[in-house]
């Protein structure tokens, strides 16, 4: 029997059309004769989309930065604008001869202050006396550091253990939740609403919007039920009701909102806004 890493390569293979002739016609058999290897296939599709989706969103958007910083703002700023008045222009022009000569005539200064005796100073004993002090004390301070230093690392690191809320993606163990849930994890684990955990690891993260793709990998996990929901390929609407449920606590919280604004922060357009109850642990 094929575990579920083997199977989902096949699918792949199939849906990538990497498959010969007969492997095809091998495997399309068998989705036909197997509704429960159909629906494996069929939901494998769908994930592969939505990321493909979420993908090429992402690459139009940084495409429309990159056709932004290309253009030339002063260029299109000096040939609209009214033009600067003559001292302006001067400026303009004449700012880095005018810097090398300002930076001459400071040099000039402080020369001639140096050889004409205005930086002796006839206390330069008592000076030195308090520039020594000052370092004394300076050298003081800096052992302390390394003392305080030394003691932070010599103490025992207690082990976090940081919780957060994901669902599935499709019923052979993907999941999704919040970047920050998972950010420098040495180990991932997943748990059911029995209470039982499977080890999971990270496939996908994106940071920028916060968002980390898991896949189980534990060999006791067992496919999950049909899904009972699907993702929305059409806009939502303003005011649309949203929902959460999650475990901010030990037993699962539902809460109810509401989409309060169709673009994110800062305009951002790949992005909804929404007004809802939320509380650590919610997050994913």
Do not use: C
Not at 151 to 163: C, E, H, T
Not at 177 to 189: G, L, M, P, Q
Not at 264 to 284: E, H, K, L, M, R
Request: cysteine-free.
């Amino acid at each position: 029997m094929k575990s579920e890493i083997e199977l989902i390569k096949e699918i792949e293979a199939y849906l990538f059309q990497e498959m010969d002739a007969q492997q095809t016609s091998i495997f399309e058999k068998e989705r036909k004769q197997n509704s429960s290897f159909d629906q494996k296939v069929s939901e494998h599709l769908n994930f592969l989309q939505s990321l493909k989706a979420y993908g090429d969103k992402k690459e139009l958007k940084a495409g429309m930065e990159n056709i932004h910083n290309d253009i030339d703002m002063v260029a299109l700023r000096n040939e609209f604008e009214e033009k600067p008045s003559k001292i302006i222009s001067f400026w303009r022009k004449s700012k880095r001869s005018l810097a090398v000569a300002a930076s001459i005539a400071i040099l000039v200064t402080l020369s001639t202050l140096f050889f004409t005796g205005q930086f002796d100073d006839q206390n330069h004993v008592s000076n030195y006396s308090e520039l020594k002090r000052d370092m004394e004390t300076i050298k003081r301070s800096q052992k302390a550091l390394i003392r305080n230093i030394n003691d932070a690392a010599n103490q025992p690191k207690d082990i976090s253990q940081y919780g957060g809320t994901g669902f599935a993606l499709s019923a052979n163990g993907y999941i999704v939740t919040n970047y920050h849930v998972v950010k420098d994890a040495d180990s991932i684990y997943v748990q059911n609403g029995k209470g039982e955990s499977f080890k999971a690891e990270t496939i996908y993260i994106d940071p920028t919007y916060d968002i980390a793709v898991l896949q189980i990998v534990d060999p006791l996990f067992k496919n999950l039920s049909p899904l009972p929901y699907t993702f929305k390929k059409s806009n939502a609407e303003l005011g649309e009701d949203v929902y959460t449920i999650g475990y901010p606590k030990d037993d699962i919280v539902y809460g109810k909102g509401y989409l309060s604004s169709s673009t994110g922060f800062g305009g951002d357009s790949t992005a909804y806004q929404v007004s809802i109850p939320v509380n650590p642990g919610n997050s994913g």
